[in-house]
């Protein structure tokens, strides 16, 4: 499969705004199930964001700890994903990943996806 590349990581204060970027070239990323998951030390992986596989009525969902903060979107022009992440704490500090896989509902679980991205590392400081 084509690979994922996601960019927009770095540092950034508590209380500010980043947004995550995943480049899906070759894809039409309509056709997948997408979703964003982080990583932080010693922790076990997250799912962070899901949007379903559809152009219309795409389905979205969060993990309990970033509803009403993070926002996941993408272009599909552009074939990019996006994770629109405002009021950030620093406990979202982690190695953030995107994942696809071809059809299918939003799913926070790893398992439901073949194909991964390097990750891009995400530094909140208080």
């Known amino acids: 499969q084509a690979p994922l590349v996601e960019s927009g990581g770095g540092s950034v204060q508590a209380g500010g705004s980043l947004t995550l970027s995943c480049a899906a070239s070759g894809y039409t990323v309509s056709w997948y199930l997408m979703g964003w998951f982080r990583q932080a030390p010693g922790k076990e992986r997250e799912g962070v964001a899901s949007i379903s596989a559809g152009r219309e009525g795409a389905n979205e969902i969060y993990a309990d700890s970033v509803k009403g903060r993070f926002t996941i979107s993408r272009a599909g022009a552009k074939r990019m994903l996006y994770l629109q992440r405002d009021g950030v704490k620093p406990e979202d500090t982690a190695m953030y990943y995107c994942?696809?896989?071809?059809?299918?509902?939003?799913?926070?679980?790893?398992?439901?996806?073949?194909?991964w991205g390097q990750g891009t590392q995400v530094t909140v400081s208080s």
């Open positions: 994942a696809t896989k071809l059809g299918g509902g939003a799913s926070r679980r790893g398992s439901e996806y073949d194909n």
